[in-house]
Structures are given as C-alpha cells and as structure tokens.
C-alpha cells in the first residue's frame, strides 16, 4: 500500500496520527531471538528483492559441553520470509524453531550444513552432510505460506553416489536412481538404474507448520 493510500485511508476513518508501515528487518524478529544469516531472492515474482532470515534463540541453558569439553550453543535456528514492499518489508510466513542448531552432535562427521537458496520464485532449503549426502526441500509460495512441492535426497559413500530420490509433490510422481556399479570408487563411475512410482498425498506441507526438519520422514512418500 502507498503512502499516500495509506493517509487517505486514514483521513476517512477519522485517524488523526497514521504512521506508514516501514518495518526493518529487525522489527520481525522476535524476542530472545537473534539474527543468524539473511538471504536475499525475489520469491512472489513481482521483481523486488525479498528476504529470509534464519534466526537463531538467545537462551543461555542450550549453551551446553559436547562430547569434546567444548562449550557449544545448542539453541534452534528458525526461518522468517519477508516481502518487499514500497515501504519496507512485510510478513510472509515464519517458523521460529523448525532447524537444529550449526553444533549438533554429528557422530563421527560434523553437523549437517544448512543453507538457503532462491530459484524461479521458489525456496529451496539445503541440507548438506558432507560425504554422507545432501537433502534440498522446495517450497513454493501459495495460499500466504510456503507449500513444500519437491524433495531431492542423495546418499552418498565418500564421493560415490549410491541413491538419488527425487519426489515432485504437485505431480505425485517419485524418481529413485541406485547405483549398480559396486566397483564404484570416484564421482562418476556410478552406473544408475532409474525407476519412477506414484505417490499419495491429500495435502502439501506449509513451511510454518513443519516443527523439526530433522524429524520431516519422506520415506512415507
């Protein structure tokens, strides 16, 4: 809404004080909260740079010794959507405790990397488990939330890729890729055999509601 849309507005109603609704990204975050990394992408397609914010809580008893007598920050991290608007930003959706914290216990490898991405409109968020292999779950903007609408998983032994999954939730339709080639030592000796299937789904997933993505089971699919 235009300022001067907003002071007409105003006028009628009769408001005497109409302040415009330029908020920072500050303003949405919230309390005991900090900002952790930001990330820019246009993502209702109207060619304004919006943002996501992956926030991270502030709370003193999640500062906890690891296996190692490290001292480590174990709170959560969540994820807040902002679109851009002529005055600033406005809400699009936010989840404030939806990803583990960077110093999760990750056995004898280190934690899973997250890390967002904006393509075509869409939300994309990486996870990254080194040689283990790499989660990316898409999300695209509907019905004022984030609908997941595609998961892509690959395992992995060193650089060796030995499953790949792929589900596009709009279509129904799931892709597996397996390996064939157990001889396979490098990236790019894997031989793979692809087979697709169906899958049941009644309704999409909104990003707001997702409480753990550590926890989200897409082998159900």
Not at 117 to 135: P, Q, S
Request: negative net charge.
């Amino acid at each position: 809404m235009s300022k001067y849309l907003q002071l007409i507005i105003c006028f009628v109603l009769g408001i005497t004080t109409c302040e415009a609704q330029n908020k920072t990204i500050s303003d949405f975050l919230p309390e005991e909260h900090m900002l952790f990394k930001k990330y820019n992408g246009d993502l209702n397609k109207d060619g304004k740079e919006d943002c996501i914010i992956i926030t991270k809580k502030v709370n003193e008893d999640n500062i906890v010794m690891n296996h190692y007598d490290e001292k480590v920050d174990r709170n959560r991290r969540g994820i807040i959507v902002l679109f851009k608007n002529e005055d600033g930003y406005e809400l699009a959706t936010k989840n404030y405790d939806c990803f583990s914290s960077e110093n999760e216990d990750g056995g004898v490898y280190y934690p899973p990397e997250l890390w967002i991405e904006t393509k075509r409109g869409n939300l994309i968020v990486h996870y990254a488990h080194g040689r283990y292999g790499v989660w990316r779950y898409t999300f695209r903007y509907n019905k004022n939330d984030f609908e997941l609408i595609g998961y892509d998983q690959s395992d992995n032994r060193g650089s060796v890729t030995l499953r790949k999954t792929s589900i596009n939730f709009i279509t129904k339709r799931k892709q597996i890729k397996e390996n064939t080639n157990n001889n396979a030592t490098t990236d790019g000796e894997e031989v793979f055999k692809e087979t697709w299937g169906s899958i049941e789904i009644k309704k999409l997933i909104t990003l707001s509601e997702i409480k753990d993505f550590d926890e989200l089971d897409m082998s159900i699919y």
